[in-house]
């Protein structure tokens, strides 16, 4: 007689981030006396380094944004210098992921500004952005760096369209024109080789960036979507949004079959929108609900059930925004693996909550801290777009942060005057239709002018020493 054993499974599997825990900054490590902008669009209004945190701040006239160097916490002196180019409000701002002193900004006024911080912060207001791109006809809600590659990003407009800019050379370089609506959210897979959005159309889609090809597209009739985040290198998606009954929801996908979600989780019956946080080294997810006060968190496994929930963070101020510190901007000391910069915007404050392993151990918890994606391009602009994938180029929190990257951003000088995308001229085909836009016109020519002036006094300056180098060569021992 054979017997067969029955297999059992605990339904709680035993987790080494079970007792992750949220850990507030002291008050001294708090930003405090911060004017946070009051703008209701749906996005973080903060980007953080480690080296600055960038808050979208109120501001009369035009947009503005405050840059603080991470290290100077405490209250805001009033008359702190900010960057104030924009004409309309800001609605996004990001870090280059290879570059701590470069931020990427959008706006209403329809541009997307590459700007330059001093080594140590500003010391008065910058008004001069390093570029100033110009492609989309309606303002600007969303910008994401691409994961992989120095010098590539995209933009998101109210146009319908994302632009893909190459910052070598200052233009638009390909257009994705497959959304009827509005595009609430764009994620990276983790070569970048795949782009995720969510799209007012209610539909998410998975996209080849280079060509615009459509690869998956999901009609969500029950499941609202409203944010997507490629889960590493799963072949997942998740997404978050609101069921029909208008109720708090996440999904899970399978990146190459979005017929139908893996799963559908309920989440609550509160009304804000789900900002999802997604950990590839540790594999944890965070739910943020905007409004709340809490942070939910999980873990995300290939297999049932899939998401494992693990704990909340709790606290009774609400969030505008989160701000998230790139790995290699963490204490590992602490055993600390992730940290949140919230926006409590009553408050005008900005609070530190670190996410933290507790371990009884001094030693490095190399099982906690896996390699991570660095600060090291796998890719050069040019690589990228003839076709050439890459996974980005792994560092080791080991030895503490220590930056190896020598990269020096270096803005194109234009030539050219018409931004061309698909054979379709941007700016021929939108003429001003207001006396703001007809303003912003003449100063862009402006700028193209002195741009010219300028390029034409360094070629000036070129054929003098070419002339020079010619003498001195004809006049050399050698030639006689």
């Not at 700007?115 to 110009?134: C, D, Q, S």
């Not at 992730?338 to 001094?362: A, D, H, N, Q, W």
Request: proline share 6%; hydrophobic share 35%; charged share 25%.
């Amino acid at each position: 007689m054979t017997v067969t054993k029955m297999s059992w499974r605990p339904t709680y599997r035993s987790s080494k981030f079970r007792n992750v825990y949220g850990k507030v900054g002291s008050r001294e490590h708090c930003f405090d006396g911060i004017p946070i902008t009051k703008n209701v669009h749906d996005n973080h209004f903060c980007a953080v380094n480690a080296k600055f945190l960038a808050i979208v701040t109120e501001s009369a006239g035009g947009g503005s944004f405050l840059v603080i160097p991470v290290t100077q916490s405490g209250r805001l002196d009033p008359h702190y210098p900010k960057v104030c180019g924009h004409q309309g409000n800001v609605l996004d701002i990001k870090w280059n992921p290879f570059m701590d002193n470069i931020i990427a900004s959008c706006s209403e006024d329809s541009s997307v500004r590459i700007w330059e911080i001093p080594e140590g912060g500003l010391k008065r207001n910058m008004t001069e952005a390093v570029l100033e791109l110009y492609g989309h006809s309606r303002r600007v809600g969303l910008i994401e760096w691409h994961p992989t590659t120095s010098g590539i990003l995209f933009s998101a407009g109210y146009d319908y369209k994302i632009l893909i800019w190459n910052l070598e050379i200052g233009e638009p370089v390909k257009m994705i024109d497959c959304h009827t609506d509005v595009v609430l959210c764009m994620s990276f897979n983790t070569d970048g080789s795949l782009v995720a959005t969510s799209c007012k159309d209610k539909k998410l889609r998975v996209i080849e960036p280079r060509s615009g090809r459509v690869l998956q597209e999901a009609n969500c009739k029950n499941h609202k979507v409203n944010r997507v985040v490629f889960l590493g290198n799963m072949k997942r998606l998740l997404t978050t949004g609101v069921s029909r009954w208008n109720t708090r929801q996440v999904a899970l996908w399978d990146q190459e079959d979005l017929s139908m979600p893996i799963i559908e989780e309920e989440i609550d019956g509160l009304s804000g929108l789900l900002f999802p946080f997604y950990d590839a080294d540790t594999h944890m997810l965070y739910l943020a609900g905007k409004g709340d006060g809490n942070i939910r968190y999980y873990e995300i496994s290939t297999e049932k059930p899939y998401l494992q929930y693990l704990m909340e963070f709790r606290s009774p101020a609400p969030q505008k925004g989160l701000g998230v510190m790139p790995k290699h901007g963490l204490d590992v000391a602490s055993c600390e693996v992730f940290r949140f910069y919230k926006l409590v915007t009553l408050k005008g404050l900005i609070e530190p909550i670190s996410m933290i392993v507790p371990r009884r151990s001094e030693t490095y918890q190399e099982d906690i801290y896996p390699m991570t994606p660095g600060t090291e391009p796998a890719l050069t602009a040019d690589e990228w777009l003839s076709g050439i994938n890459r996974d980005p180029v792994l560092m080791s929190l080991k030895e503490g942060y220590q930056r190896p990257s020598k990269l020096v951003f270096k803005a194109p000088v234009k030539e050219k005057k018409s931004v061309v995308v698909n054979g379709i001229d941007l700016l021929e085909n939108v003429p001003p239709r207001t006396e703001n836009e007809l303003l912003r016109m003449f100063f862009r020519q402006q700028d193209e002018l002195r741009r010219l002036k300028d390029e034409l006094t360094q070629k000036d300056i070129k054929i003098r020493q070419l002339e020079l180098e010619l003498n001195n060569l004809r006049n050399s021992p050698n030639n006689k």
